[in-house]
């Protein structure tokens, strides 16, 4: 790599029909860029950045599964020879897509002289890529996971993995020691020791938020040496000894980062539907996506999925991963309308 640029920006731009957080007037927007002395090495760059970025990301933290993909030429980033795309599926079987990397091969590096000098001290042109995602990410991470009740956050993103309520005042104290056990075992808690509150207010309070852990402490509780836990992600609650109560809510919470991501896959397979012809796939994209071959689409089928409102969101290989070429073959398409 010859050198490289990364940076947060603002950016302003007019939106017919605003959605908040998807397409608004201003939004946060992340993006780098970098210069190679070789196509290979800006080629491998852009992989990395979908793979170890954006998919990891998106997948590890934001616990939303994504398909990852090149982007047909029609969809692919102006200027650019090659267009890499992490997709997601939003609960009402809509795509949204997640972060771009782009190969810009020496188009850019071209018209604004973007050159280096060689080891063998001559003047060449670079090899660029560039890459971005922005806050639409949050709009995705509400629209997968929320639910009527507010946020549900999964626990690896969450500012606060794990809430102490005392429920009387006289159980304050107990419940700051049982706060501090928890950070000590790693957790991000907060202790909430507003016991002049009503305990239903607090704990819609806490629903909304999204915490994923919420421990409600009483004097019978205190008493009986236990702890009621509330989970956000299945809305059940459930007794639990005192003892080791910290190293146990750890473990919950890597059970509960799982479980969203699972439930979220799950819930996205069930509606990519398996079909052999472009009228079939605008069939299913009424209610998700549809998964085709390639060469069952086509240029000609990306017109006419485009009367329909559906776009090819990427193309990847029978075995899920990210082809070299959108001309080998047996290439699949997923297909869907999106945001």
């Not at 790693?186 to 009503?198: E, M, Q, S, T």
């Not at 459930?238 to 080791?244: C, D, F, K, R, S």
């Not at 079909?275 to 000609?300: F, I, S, Y």
Request: aromatic share 6%; proline share 4%.
């Amino acid at each position: 790599m010859i050198c490289s640029g990364d940076t947060w920006n603002n950016v302003v731009r007019w939106e017919l029909r605003p959605r908040l957080f998807l397409r608004t007037t201003e939004f946060l927007w992340q993006e780098g860029h970098t210069a190679h002395a070789t196509y290979d090495g800006a080629r491998d760059y852009a992989r990395r950045i979908l793979h170890e970025a954006y998919e990891d990301l998106m997948v590890n933290v934001l616990a939303i599964p994504v398909v990852v993909g090149r982007k047909t030429a029609r969809e692919r980033f102006a200027g650019a020879v090659n267009t890499l795309a992490c997709e997601a599926m939003m609960r009402d079987g809509k795509a949204l897509q997640m972060g771009t990397s782009h190969e810009l091969g020496q188009n850019f590096a071209k018209v604004f002289g973007i050159d280096y000098l060689s080891a063998a001290g001559q003047r060449e042109t670079a090899w660029t890529t560039s890459w971005g995602t922005s806050t639409r990410m949050v709009g995705g991470l509400i629209m997968v996971h929320g639910d009527d009740d507010g946020l549900r956050l999964p626990p690896v993103l969450a500012p606060v993995q794990v809430v102490v309520m005392a429920i009387k005042a006289d159980v304050v104290g107990a419940a700051h020691r049982l706060g501090a056990d928890l950070r000590d075992a790693g957790a991000r808690v907060v202790v909430d020791d507003r016991a002049d509150v009503p305990f239903g207010r607090r704990a819609v309070d806490w629903e909304l938020k999204g915490v994923p852990l919420r421990l409600e402490l009483g004097p019978r509780d205190l008493a009986a040496g236990q702890v009621t836990v509330a989970h956000r992600l299945s809305g059940g609650k459930e007794p639990l000894l005192l003892t080791g109560i910290a190293e146990t809510c750890v473990a919950l919470l890597a059970r509960e980062q799982r479980a969203m991501l699972d439930g979220a896959r799950a819930a996205r397979d069930a509606r990519i539907a398996d079909v052999a012809t472009v009228a079939d796939a605008v069939e299913a994209c009424a209610q998700g996506w549809a998964r085709l071959p390639w060469p069952a689409v086509g240029e000609a089928g990306e017109t006419e999925l485009a009367k329909s409102a559906v776009t090819v969101r990427c193309l990847t290989r029978a075995d899920g991963s990210v082809p070299d070429s959108d001309t080998e073959l047996d290439l699949v398409a997923y297909v869907g309308r999106s945001y």
